[in-house]
């Protein structure tokens, strides 16, 4: 993501939500965010610069509370979720210093050759 352009660094977003619902809000939920998702669809025609793929994923899986994964207030969730991003933030400033580069190109070479080799820029399963 560091090599796209500011814009899309600040439009893009990295959210868990844990909220707790009887199946039928859950459903309406789903149904809410699978229009709202639908109403983007075809807004943008041809290909314009600056445009790109946003990828979107929707998980509502129920969970039940185990003796690892108890039942938090949602807050606490939310405050251990900052505090755990924060680590990591630190950790990859941490980790990005002068050999950074040196990590990562192998790893955008190969993954360039890879998607110039495959018929169509597309994955084999």
């Not at 868990?16 to 699978?34: G, Q």
């Not at 025609?45 to 445009?51: C, H, M, N, R, T």
């Not at 207030?73 to 900052?82: F, I, K, N, R, V």
Request: positive net charge; contains cysteine; charged residues 30%.
């Amino acid at each position: 993501m560091h090599e796209w352009p500011d814009e899309w660094l600040r439009s893009s977003d990295l959210r868990n939500f844990k909220i707790r619902l009887t199946p039928e809000l859950s459903l309406e939920l789903a149904e809410k965010i699978h229009d709202l998702i639908d109403n983007y669809r075809g807004r943008i025609l041809g290909d314009p610069e600056g445009a790109a793929v946003v990828r979107t994923h929707l998980h509502m899986l129920p969970r039940r509370p185990t003796e690892r994964n108890p039942v938090m207030h949602p807050d606490t969730y939310l405050m251990l979720y900052h505090l755990r991003s924060a680590e990591l933030r630190q950790q990859v400033a941490e980790f990005r210093g002068p050999r950074a580069g040196l990590r990562t190109q192998p790893g955008r070479t190969l993954v360039e050759l890879c998607l110039r080799v495959l018929p169509n820029g597309r994955h084999r399963h």
